[in-house]
């Protein structure tokens, strides 16, 4: 009886998931070798060098949309949850930037980090709304609440994923094999869900926080070209040279009038 039950469980989630269940062919990823935690190593060569700086906001600082979520959701959160597609600090500076080394590390290889990316599902909200990760680097999703989020990956240079987490506690690796800035992921039961994944080969990456900084640690002396990646105001670069044990401030300005280039 209850391998009948069973089976009646999985026939209802397909038919509900047809895409999680048919050609999602997301199976293979945890045995493709990609996210074996244990064989990866640190990034290497370590630098001595840091690019780390601010994220300004120019112009009036939108209000967050509230986000109007369906009941069963409402009753998992204290607060009401907010929009973050485009969240001003107190400070005006600007959350969820995406900034990474665009060019500039040449040929160097780099060992996949063996330390794994959480994204969590939490309220009926991703957290983080904006994560950075190396290509072949092990994501961890997990599924804090008590009932079904179906979470569905948009690349277009990896292998997509799409499935659905039916319980509280439930975890599951996937990885990204190639670099991809970014790659949209997002819930198929609850549309406002929605987060973002920049995926580089190495490590130099950060996404700026509730202060608006940000910080690429441990990189080689080099002349680099950084890129910040916002949702809404597109992407901006700049050129850097750093030098050994050396740390250079990078700023950027996003909104009003130097919005999105
Ligand atoms: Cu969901």
């Known amino acids: ?38 064989s990866a190593t640190m990034a290497e060569p370590a630098g001595s060098s840091t690019v780390s700086g601010t994220i300004n906001f120019t112009g009036t600082a939108p209000e967050q949309q509230q986000l109007n979520l369906d009941r069963e959701c409402q009753e998992l959160r204290d607060e009401p949850a907010l929009s ?9 500076t600007l959350r969820w930037v995406f900034v990474y080394v665009k060019e ?5 290889e780099f060992g996949v980090s063996g330390e794994e990316v959480v994204l969590d599902q939490q309220g009926c909200m991703y957290e ?39 319980t509280a506690g439930q975890e599951r690796e996937q990885s990204f094999r190639v670099p991809e800035v970014m790659v949209r992921i997002k819930c198929d039961v609850h549309p406002w869900m929605e987060s973002w994944a920049g995926v580089t080969e190495h490590p130099y990456h950060s996404v ?3 202060d608006g900084s940000f910080s690429i640690d441990n990189l080689p002396a080099g002349d ?15 050129n850097v040279t750093v030098g050994d044990d050396e740390a250079a401030t990078v700023d950027f300005s996003f909104g009003g009038e130097a919005a999105a280039s």
């Open 104 to 108: 500039g590390l040449g040929d160097q």
């Open 128 to 166: 983080p709304h904006v994560i950075g990760i190396q290509a072949g680097q092990t994501l961890k999703i997990l599924n804090s609440d008590p009932l079904l989020h179906n979470i569905h990956a948009l690349p277009e240079q990896n292998r997509p994923f799409n499935f659905g987490m039916p």
């Open 208 to 210: 700026s926080g509730e």
């Open 224 to 238: 680099y070209v950084i890129e910040a990646w916002h949702e809404q105001f597109g992407t901006q670069t700049q």
């Open 1 to 38: 009886m209850c391998n009948l039950k069973l089976l009646l469980l999985s026939a209802v989630s397909c038919i509900v998931f047809l895409a999680g269940c048919g050609g999602g062919g997301d199976e293979d990823t945890a045995s493709d070798g990609t996210s074996g935690a244990t």
């Open 84 to 92: 973050q597609q485009v969240v001003v600090n107190d400070d005006n």
